[in-house]
């Protein structure tokens, strides 16, 4: 089993920057590409950006330029470098991991709030 707890929502005004933090414990050599989702009101969940174990990245045409992911496996943690923030952006970000047997875990969630 995996535990992935988020840190680091909040409010932010347009333009503005945040950094969202999850840290996973449990089975973590298990865990393969770790990533953010989010979720606005009304909207599905999608993908914001993963990262591999090997530091393989990938991000949505959307926050490509403007969000950074990164990963510490000697820590078990990844971030989310939030820059040039939206309103669009405003949504719960949950931190996702994949194991080799290709498990899916899910945080809990945390709030980002983008004020125009």
């Known amino acids: 089993q995996v535990q992935l707890v988020e840190s680091g929502g909040g409010l932010v005004q347009a333009g503005g920057s945040l950094r969202l933090s999850c840290a996973a414990s449990?089975?973590?050599?298990?865990?393969?590409?770790m990533g953010w989702y989010r979720q606005a009101p009304g909207k599905q969940r999608e993908l914001v950006a993963t990262?591999?174990?090997?530091?393989?990245?990938k991000y949505a045409d959307s926050v490509k330029g403007r969000f950074t992911i990164s990963r510490d496996n000697a820590k078990n943690t990844i971030d989310l470098q939030m820059n040039s923030l939206k309103p669009e952006d405003t949504a719960v970000y949950y931190c996702?991991?994949?194991?080799?047997?290709?498990?899916?875990?899910w945080g809990q969630g945390t709030q980002v709030t983008v004020s125009s």
């Open positions: 996702n991991g994949v194991d080799y047997q290709v498990r899916i875990y």
């Open positions: 990262v591999s174990r090997s530091g393989f990245t």
């Open positions: 449990g089975s973590i050599f298990s865990i393969n590409t």
